[in-house]
């Protein structure tokens, strides 16, 4: 009882004094884990604010893979409470073209990083509010702006002022339709299910755009063996529930844990059997059917803003 009194005391005098409670900032990056890039984005956000809360996602995106990128990052965003900023730093042009932008989704998450296609998933699932250039120098590091080092110089001081409870739109001018990747749609038609890969995660998994309801259209059920086409090549893998349901090293098809389609090989590696990844486009179908015509691997390509696409 004493304990929670004191409590409520503490809460009540931190919302007298004007306290608040730090936002964390999450960090996902291609940087990898051998080189201090990531760590000097870091020192540079407790430079400017101490009490931030920092919080690593990953620095092992695969080089330069803003799609797969885009994925990883709506994935671990959906997982955190509102608030929360998020620094995505995955720029194959290091800052030479994209704008450096800070973007609100619907459910309030912010999101710091290149206009280039990085927030597609974001603003897909949560939602777009708004979002700003970042242009206004007080907002900077201090010093000389590096063109090659926009995390460090840009991305991490603007998360660290945001957190600090300066308001984002102090940050630079609006900016409407950020650039999206585009994507092939996953749909169920002629017997075939197509779609792409989103993401070829450590243990070789390939996921997959194709949601449960695109499965629920075609009528297949557990326990059916499928073909799964990528890069034009072909392999029969059984429709499960787990992993474990095949033998080692044969293919399975299964829901993740975000209700995506996966293909997976038990205890071996289907992206290494395959040397698939994300963007490229695949194809499900029921055993035995048809050969589907070729198909070309994704392009990693950005699309117009959004008021410049049409829909097909």
């Known amino acids: 009882m004493l304990r929670r009194a004191g409590l409520i005391a503490c809460s009540s005098f931190a919302l007298w004094c004007g306290c608040r409670t730090q936002p964390t900032i999450a960090l996902l990056t291609d940087y990898g884990w051998d080189d201090t890039y990531a760590s000097a984005v870091q020192g540079v956000i407790l430079s400017i604010n ?3 809360r920092l919080l690593n996602l990953t620095h ?3 080089d330069y893979n803003i799609r797969e990128a885009s994925y990883l990052l709506a994935t671990s965003a959906r997982e955190f409470p509102q608030g929360t ?3 995505a730093i995955v720029d194959p042009e290091a800052g030479s073209s994209s704008k450096p932008i800070i973007l609100e989704t619907a459910n309030q998450r912010y999101f710091i990083g290149p206009d280039n296609g990085v927030f597609t998933d974001v603003i897909k699932s949560f939602g777009f509010k708004r979002a700003v250039e970042i242009n206004n120098v007080l907002w900077f590091r201090r010093g000389a702006v ?3 080092f926009y995390g460090r110089d840009v991305y991490a001081p603007a998360a660290a002022h945001l957190a600090n409870g300066k308001k984002l739109e102090d940050a630079g001018p609006p900016m409407l339709n950020p650039k999206q990747v585009e994507r092939t749609a996953a749909d169920f038609k002629n017997n075939v299910i197509v779609g792409e890969i ?3 995660d450590h243990y070789g998994n390939l996921v997959t755009n194709i949601p449960a309801t695109v499965l629920v259209q075609s009528g297949w059920r557990t326990g059916m063996d499928l073909e799964f086409v990528v890069r034009n090549q072909v392999v029969r893998a059984k429709f499960a529930e787990r992993y ?3 033998g080692q090293g ?3 098809l299964l829901l993740n844990g975000q209700g995506l389609l996966e293909l997976s090989r038990f205890m071996a590696s289907a992206g290494d059997s395959l040397q698939a990844q994300a963007g490229d486009n695949v194809q499900v179908r029921l055993s035995g059917a048809l050969a589907p ?3 070309p691997t994704a392009a990693a390509a950005v699309s117009a803003p959004i008021s410049e696409r049409t829909k097909e």
């Open 146 to 148: 590096s063109n090659t």
């Open 293 to 295: 015509p070729a198909f």
């Open 50 to 52: 101490p009490q931030a």
């Open 198 to 200: 989103l993401h070829r």
């Open 250 to 252: 044969e293919f399975v």
């Open 244 to 246: 474990g349901a095949v």
């Open 60 to 62: 092992a995106v695969p």
């Open 85 to 87: 900023i998020f620094v």
